[in-house]
């Protein structure tokens, strides 16, 4: 068995996953839950299953790209279990787990690609593409997404786009061979493949040094009521 744990974008969600295909899920699409729920998540599947920490075989969690908050709580978290219970500690790319979450579909959808999207503000997205099997095309990247980025791969491909990147990309992105999955979600269900084939070829990340794959530099900003008032009453 594995803890799955997945908070790269506003929805906490965490799994215990067999690699018969049973997964038991907690999740919550609360913004900003991630801190408040996780662990309380956590607590509820081992409760539910009957298990402590130290009766899995590992625990993998989505490194991203994504949120620098959830993932900076589900990466510490799961180092602290894998540590604490001494089990592998699994890193899973969060655009590999997305793939897989819709692979069926895509294959029912005759897509040639399938290109998942992590909002990164502005019309900005985090995203990688896959052939329908599952090999990499296109490494990750962070991307601005214009009208008619697409346009020559779409000539020859129809590519499946998905997950909250593509959601406000989709007005871009006009092609016949363009095909979407509105309302698309994470969920630490997808991560039951990857984290398996993990677990068995021992893919493991260190758990001491492990860290989250941002991808861009977080940049914190600053409230607009803390901002200096440029034009002050004298």
Request: hydrophobic letters at 45%; one cysteine or more; glycine letters at 6%.
């Amino acid at each position: 068995m594995i803890l799955c744990i997945e908070t790269a974008t506003t929805v906490c969600s965490a799994a215990i996953c067999s690699q018969e295909g049973e997964i038991i899920l907690r999740e919550s699409f609360e913004d900003k839950s991630h801190a408040s729920r996780l662990t309380i998540f956590i607590e509820e599947l081992f409760e539910e299953k009957g298990i402590g920490a130290a009766d899995l075989d590992g625990v993998a969690v989505s490194m991203g790209p994504g949120s620098y908050t959830g993932l900076r709580i589900g990466v510490s978290v799961a180092k602290g279990i894998a540590y604490g219970a001494a089990i592998p500690l699994i890193a899973i790319n969060t655009l590999e787990s997305m793939f897989h979450g819709v692979s069926a579909r895509a294959k029912a959808l005759k897509a040639d690609l399938v290109c998942p999207m992590i909002d990164a503000r502005r019309m900005e997205v985090y995203m990688a593409i896959y052939s329908n099997d599952g090999r990499l095309h296109t490494d990750t990247v962070a991307r601005i997404v214009e009208p008619g980025i697409f346009s020559e791969l779409l000539e020859s491909n129809r590519i499946l786009f998905f997950g909250n990147g593509a959601d406000k990309c989709m007005d871009a992105i006009s092609h016949p061979n363009a095909l979407f999955i509105p309302g698309y979600s994470l969920t630490a269900s997808s991560m039951i493949i990857p984290s398996f084939r993990a677990l068995e070829s021992k893919e493991f990340a260190d758990t001491a040094y492990c860290e989250p794959f941002y991808l861009k530099d977080f940049v914190a900003t600053i409230p607009r009521k803390n901002l200096p008032d440029s034009n002050p009453v004298k």
